[in-house]
């Protein structure tokens, strides 16, 4: 099956500590992105990536960090200097010449 | 102001009810615009998407965008319980090249109840 495969679902983490989260497509899409939503909001946009080795900074990327060494793959790094972690992750991705995003089944991330 | 408003609702509706739901945004330069579903701890469904102004139908749902006013609506013909869920309005402009990446700019979503 296509899709966008987001892990782990849940995840617990201590104040001060980095986290990676994962995500791999294999819609053979160009483009990937990461948003995050907190309760009660839309989502807001942290990196996206157009292609493989690129990405740029969306509205939120501060305390964040990406990369994109693959066209499969865009992990998302939370670092210890982003204020308020806690949230649900959402990655996404879309074809290269069109604009409909695609999201994954999103990550909980719950900083304690 | 944000770029993008919507009501968060929450909207709760008889089983059969017509709903519509709106958005408004502020940026001339939007020309993409979705709808997508998000059933709770779960990533959003696009559900409809249209370019520039003008109606798309889709079995029990409506999407109408009005480009002179700056809003947009989805409408959903004989709601149904299943459709309990946020919907939430995305749009995103078109870069130099005439493409756009799914750089997308969200409203804040409204909470959809259908009672049966």
């Known amino acids: 099956d296509g899709g966008i495969t987001q892990s782990p679902k849940y995840l617990f983490r201590k104040e001060g500590q980095n986290v990676t989260l994962s995500c791999e497509q294999n819609l053979n899409h160009d483009a990937m992105y990461w948003y995050r939503q907190d309760p009660g909001q839309g989502l807001r946009l942290i990196y996206y990536?157009?292609?493989?080795?690129?990405?740029q900074k969306g509205d939120i990327a501060e305390g964040y960090s990406v990369s994109r060494e693959k066209k499969e793959s865009f992990p998302l790094t939370v670092t210890s200097a982003q204020k308020n972690p806690t949230a649900f992750y959402l990655c996404?991705?879309?074809?290269?010449?069109?604009?409909?995003?695609?999201f994954g089944q999103g990550t909980r991330l719950t900083v304690v | 102001q944000k770029e993008v408003e919507q009501d968060p609702g929450p909207l709760s509706v008889p089983e059969g009810a017509i709903v519509s739901l709106n958005c408004t945004y502020s940026?001339?330069?939007?020309?993409?615009f979705m709808w997508y579903r998000q059933y709770s701890r779960k990533g959003p469904e696009l559900l409809m998407y249209?370019?520039?102004?003008g109606n798309k139908e889709d079995g029990r749902f409506t999407a109408q965008v009005d480009k002179s006013s700056k809003y947009i609506s989805l409408f959903i013909r004989d709601s149904q319980p299943s459709d309990s869920a946020t919907y939430l309005c995305?749009?995103?402009?078109?870069?130099?090249?005439?493409?756009?990446?799914?750089?997308?700019?969200f409203g804040q979503g409204t909470i959809l109840t259908v009672h049966p």
């Open positions: 990536s157009q292609i493989v080795n690129d990405f």
């Open positions: 940026n001339s330069a939007f020309q993409y």
């Open positions: 996404a991705s879309s074809a290269g010449r069109a604009t409909e995003a695609f």
């Open positions: 249209t370019y520039s102004s």
């Open positions: 995305a749009m995103s402009a078109v870069d130099a090249g005439g493409t756009s990446y799914g750089k997308l700019t």
